[in-house]
C-alpha cells in the first residue's frame, strides 16, 4: 500500500501542479480568473483517446498531435472570446465558465455521456527493489516533474520568464520598458495551455474519460492557488502535492470514505487560510506584489 499511496499522491500532485501552475501563470500576467482552464484537460483527454483508441495511432505521436492541437485551440480562444473583453475581470470570468460548458456540451455530442476507457498507452510493469510500477505510471511521473522543472527554467533562465515575471509584477511598467505585454499574455496562455494538455494527456490511459471530468480538477486547482497563495509559483507547486497526497492517503486508508477526499483537501485550505489568510506563500497586500 505504501508504494501505491507514493506513486499515486505524487502523480495526483503532480497533475494539480500542472493546472495550477498554468492557472496562476494566466492570472499573474493577464489577471484572468480563467475557469475553462480544465476544460482544456478534458479535451486533450479526448484527444488522446480519439488518436490513440479510435484511430489507433502511435501513442508518442498520439501525446504530440495532442500537445500541439490543444495549445491551439487555447490561444485561438483566448483571441476570439477573452482578448477582446480582457479589462473587464468579472465579464472573462464568465465568458472562461460559458466556453467550459460549451466544450462540455461537443464532447457529450460527439462523444457522448459514457465513461470512456482508455488502454495504458505503455503498457507492462516495471519492478524494482520488489516493487512492481506499471510504465504507464512510472513514464507519467517523469514526464510531470521533467514538464515542471522546463516550466521553471523557463520562468527563471530565459529572456521569455524575465518578461513573463515582469508583465506578472507590474504590466504598466513592463510595457513602459519596452514589453509586449499583449504579446506576453498570448505567449503565456499558450504554455498555460500546453501543461493542461499535458497533464490530461497523461491521466488519459489512467482515469475515465467523460465530458464532466474537468470539473473536480476545477476545484482542486482553485484550492491549491488560494492555499499556496494567488499568483504563487513556488506556492502552487507546494500547495499541489498537499492536496494531491491528502486526496490519496483518504482513497486508500479509507476505501469507503473516498468520496470525502475533496473535502478533506478543502478542509486543509480552510485551516491553512484562517491562520495564514494570503495562503502559503502569498502577500498580504497587493501593494507587497
Avoid: C
Avoid at 51 to 71: A, D, E, K, W, Y
Amino acid at each position: 500500500m505504501l508504494e501505491n499511496i507514493l506513486i499515486n499522491g505524487l502523480i495526483n500532485g503532480g497533475v494539480y501542479a500542472l493546472l495550477a501552475i498554468g492557472f496562476s501563470l494566466i492570472f499573474g500576467v493577464a489577471r484572468i480568473v480563467n475557469i475553462a482552464h480544465t476544460a482544456f484537460y478534458m479535451l486533450a483527454a479526448y484527444f488522446i483517446f480519439t488518436f490513440s483508441t479510435r484511430l489507433g495511432l502511435n501513442p508518442f505521436i498520439s501525446i504530440l498531435l495532442t500537445v500541439i492541437l490543444v495549445p491551439i485551440i487555447g490561444v485561438v480562444t483566448y483571441k476570439l472570446t477573452i482578448e477582446p473583453i480582457r479589462e473587464h475581470e468579472i465579464t472573462v470570468m464568465i465568458v472562461t465558465i460559458a466556453v467550459a460548458m460549451v466544450f462540455q456540451e461537443l464532447m457529450l455530442i460527439i462523444f457522448g455521456g459514457h465513461f470512456r476507457g482508455n488502454p495504458s498507452l505503455f503498457p507492462g510493469f516495471f519492478e524494482f527493489a520488489g516493487v512492481r510500477v506499471s510504465i504507464q505510471h512510472l513514464l507519467t511521473l517523469i514526464v510531470v516533474f521533467a514538464v515542471l522543472m522546463i516550466t521553471w527554467e523557463i520562468l527563471f533562465r530565459t529572456k521569455l520568464g524575465i518578461a513573463i515575471r515582469a508583465t506578472a509584477q507590474d504590466r504598466e511598467v513592463a510595457n513602459l520598458m519596452g514589453m509586449n505585454v499583449n504579446q506576453v499574455a498570448m505567449i503565456t496562455m499558450a504554455i498555460a495551455v500546453a501543461m493542461a494538455a499535458i497533464a490530461g494527456a497523461l491521466i488519459a490511459p489512467l482515469f475515465v474519460v467523460e465530458p464532466y471530468m474537468w470539473l473536480h480538477p476545477l476545484v482542486m486547482m482553485l484550492a491549491v492557488v488560494v492555499l499556496g497563495g494567488l499568483g504563487s509559483i513556488k506556492g502552487s507547486f507546494l500547495g499541489a502535492f498537499i492536496l494531491g497526497f491528502s486526496e490519496t492517503l483518504v482513497v486508500f486508508l479509507i476505501p469507503l470514505g473516498a468520496f470525502l477526499k475533496g473535502a478533506l483537501s478543502l478542509s486543509i485550505m480552510i485551516i491553512v487560510l484562517l491562520i495564514r489568510p494570503e495562503g502559503l506563500f502569498g502577500v498580504a497586500f497587493e501593494e507587497e506584489r
